[in-house]
Structure formats: C-alpha cells, structure tokens
C-alpha cells in the first residue's frame, strides 16, 4: 500500500448553473481557491458536494476534472459512496484508473443490512482497489447503521489497503475504541476528524481533518490544524471556539445551501444548490450574512477568488 | 474563589448486604477510602449508586450517613433526580437539612420533556433550595431530554446557584457547544464530563470528571488528570485509552461489573440490586483477567 498521510484534506462543494447542470468553470475556481488556501488534499466529492444529487458520470466527471486540474500538487481522494456494493466498488476502480490517490466511502444508503454485509460492502469496495481506502463515519446522516470497533478490526483483516477512518460521529467513545483497537494490529491506520471538531479529536489520536468550512474561512482552519498538529491543545481552544461559532451560525441557517450561502458571504458566489435540496432565500442569507459579518475572526479571511 | 468542584471527583457506588438492604458500614468505609485516594469531592447516589432501586427513606438514611462520614473533608453532593418530579423537590429539601454542600438533578426521567419544560424544571428545583445546584446531562440514555447550549445559557442567567453541569454527552460538538456557552457567561463555571472522558473535554475548558472507575483504581484516575491538566497529550492519550478499555469492561450492566471489579481488588460492596444482575463468579473471573492484563490489580490500592 501507497504510504499516504492524509493532513489538513478540504471538501469542495458543487456549483450549478441557473440549468442545474455543473458549472465546470466555476467548478475550477473552487479548486483553485482550496489550493491556493492551504489544502493539503481535496475530497471529491463529499456530501458537502452534493455527491448524492450527482448522476454516476457527473462523479467521474468531475473527478476526472478535479485530478486534470490539480496535476499531483496534492492528493485527490475520491468519494464513491452509493447504495449498491457493486456501484460503488466500480466507481472506485475508475478512480484508481483516473489517479485518484485514495478512495473513500460511507455505509450504503437507503438500506439498514446487517453488520456482516456492512463488512462486505466495504470489503468489496476497498478490494476494488490497491491505493488506501478510508471509511467515513456519518451516523447523523446514516442513522440506520452504526459501526463498531469491531467492524473496523474485521476491515482491517480482509483488506491490507485500509488507511483509516473518517469521522463524523464526534463520539468520543467510539473513536477512542476504533483507533486504539485499529492500532494495536495496524499501527500507520488514520483516524481523520471529518469535521473540524478536531481539538477534541486530536486529543484522542485523530492526526488529520476533512473541512468544508475552508471554502469559507481557509485561515482559521488551517491555524486551527497547525496548532492541533502540535498537540498544544489548550492554545487550540480559541480558534476551535471561533470554528464552532462559525459552524453553528450555519447549521443555523440550513445545510449545504447555508454553506454555499456563507461562501457567497464571502465574496464567493456558487450558485444554489441542487432539489432535493432547499435554495437559500434571501430573508435566510441576509440573516446569515449579518452573523458572518459579525464574526471579527472572519476579518482577515480571504474575499473573493 | 474557587471552584467548588473540579478534578476527579467520586460518585460512590451504594454497597448492598445480601437481601439487598444498605450496608451502611461499608458505605462509611468506601466514602473513607474514596477521599484518603484523592477524590475532590463525592457525590451519591447517582445510577452507578443505583438510585432509582432505592426507596426514598433508604435515599435520605444513606445521605444522612454520607454526609456525616465525610464530615466536611470534601464536598459532597446528593443527586436527587427520581422517577417523579415531586420525590426529587423533597430530596433536594432533605439534603438541604442534612447539610450536603449542593444537589444535582439529571433532566427528568421518561418523559422527554421539551426544553422550555426543562427549563421551567430546573428554575423550580434551582430556587427551591439555597444550596448549589448541579445539572446533569445525559442524552444517550434520556434521548430526546438535553442540555442545549442555549438552554444552559438561560439557566445560567437565572439561577446564580448553578455552578456545574455533568455532562456525558461524550460528544466533540455537543461539549464544545456547552463549554464556549457557559464560560462566556460565567468562566468559574464547572463543567465535568460523566466518566473519565478528560482528554477530550480538559482542553476545551473542562475541569474534571465523575469517575466511573475510581474504586478500582484510583492512581489511574490521577495520573490521567494530572497529564491533561499539564498538557502531556501523548501520555494523556495513553492513559485516556487504558481507562477506556476499563470503561468498556465496567459498563456492562453498569453497575454489576463495577462491583465485580471491586471484590478482586479487595474491597467488596455486595450485590448489585434487580432488575440488575449481579457479576457472577463467571463474569468476576473474567474482570479479574483483564484488569491483570491492563496492569491495575500490580499498580493499585488493594483492600480498604
């Protein structure tokens, strides 16, 4: 296995044009401003973009894209969640082929299996390929099934690529039990916090952060990383507090729209997201857009492209 | 001034003769032991102490004899949540007299009350007393009741007699929500985790904990605390994961193996009251085993 050290991995989010359809153009602005703001990897793409509302080839598509425009400066790494087992491990083959640097992927939609095929859905993902393959923990967003220590010591034994684990679960005792269980028997597996909660995290040995809040405040982000990965925790508080506001002031205001909403906040207009998911109206954005404004940490980020 | 509860503090567990009536000699003997081991403060009962299978004249008799014991080395606390509302306003009157140095009240059992009615709860045992009030939050095992940091904002604006929140949420965001809340209000507020989570949660202004774990192994519990409060992370994070193996053990049907635990390392408390079982031979073997191999039969007190 490709000795891949995942760090501070920012998650793009999706435009669309006014049709609907990928903003390609815009697309590249978006990935332009993550390398230029301190990603040290690029999610393509998260549920922050929208991967669920995406046709199968918009996702190659648009990792194809992604891998064209970032020419190696640093690792892609492929989402390729779906509810089907056989989808998602034929996507992840298709990223290893375009040069994707690592896959990873969530429990099935939809379907609740049990825990054995929960193992084999991942098993068969991750033997898709030989680059590493990451699991992503997002039990508020896939209630239906949870994972174990266990699960990740199963995935450990049948696939010699499993890097790490993603997490979102923000549950301490759950994350403590994977990585000190994984670590016995695989001592480089990764435990990434998959949101910038990473103070916490760190503590208990995550070494790594997926981050969708650096398409809005890059520097605060990275400032916060910088200094968990010193492991000075208490100096992390502040920045972790400045995060946590800034999260929450968009947790507020909605999901992913409230996201693309705070990026048009700052000078970064991406256009609405995709139905399902709602638009933000104006009466939300002006809400939103008054708390950012409010933010004096959001000061010095950048504004524009 | 300061805090009147930080550190490592020890919510006791109850020791029960074999008809399952208190054992109030013992009692007296573990609260001893808990405070000669480095506890900062006690509190009693809370579920480890199996309040709920107690009755309400059992409750005021064991608190009466906690408070006595201590005799005002550390604080105590008496935890009076009960199934109904009216029971825990009367526990918390009966702790007033008896002179504990403050109550603490989890979110009401059962019924998932919405976070105005919450609210309401909280101001209406808050003024009851003139005592210190601890507000407990546990919304794994009360899914639906939970502290908010909003919640906990307005209660904080309230009651000047809230000076704490258990918090076994366990939980990177919930914490954080609760922690940059209340501190920004009151930043001699004492927020605690549930059981020995202190790595994750010190850091982020947390300054302490109810152990889970501190009748069996005391000097872990200090050695833990004293690497997060000295931010050594890596040794907290070693000492964080050792305690949590315990955790996983001591957890199950909490707290039987808790008691089980407690007969190896000397220091028996009877049997664990039902609907609980009680660790049986079987299951005391095998705690015995897996605290020998996380080295804490060698490395703690044994005996009272």
Redo the contacts between chains.
Sequence with gaps: MANLRLGLVHTPITPFKADRKIDFGLFESVVAFHLKNGAEGLAIQMHTGESVSLSDAEQRQILEFTVRQVKGRVPVIAHTSDAGTQIAADRARYAQDTGAAAVIATTPYYWTPPPAMIVEHFARIGSAVTIPFYVFHTPDELAATKLSADLVLKLIDRLPNFAGLVDSS????FM??SI?AAWRVRPDFQLISG?E?M???????ASAMFSPLAAVAPKLVRNLYDICRT????D??KP??NV??LR?AVKRAGGIEALKGAMRAMGRDCGDTRPPLDKLEAKRFEKLAAELAAMPFLRDEPRGW | MGRMFEGVMQSTVTPLKEDFTPDLATFEKLLDFHVRTGATAISWPHHKGESLNLTMAQRKALAEVAVKALGRRIPISIHVSALSVEDSMELAQHAQKIGADAIIAITPYFWNPSQEALYDHYVRLGTSIDLPLIAYNSPRMLSGAEFTGELLGRLLERLPNLVALKDAS????????LS?TALAIRPDFSLVTGVE?L???V???GVGCYSSAGAICPNLCTQLWEACIS?D??R??DL??KM??L??LLKEQYPSSLKGGMVIMGRPVGPTSPPLPTANKERVAFIAQRLEELGIIESEPHGW
Excluded: C, M, N
């Design positions: 923000h549950q301490w005792q403590i039990d000190s949101t909660y103070v916490s995290a760190g503590t208990i040995g492991e000075k925790y208490f992390a508080r972790q507090e946590a506001a929450q | 366990f939980h990177s965001e919930k914490f954080l929500e940059r989570f790595a994750p949660s850091p982020l202004g931010g992370a890596p907290a994070r964080q994961f949590l193996r955790w996983d």
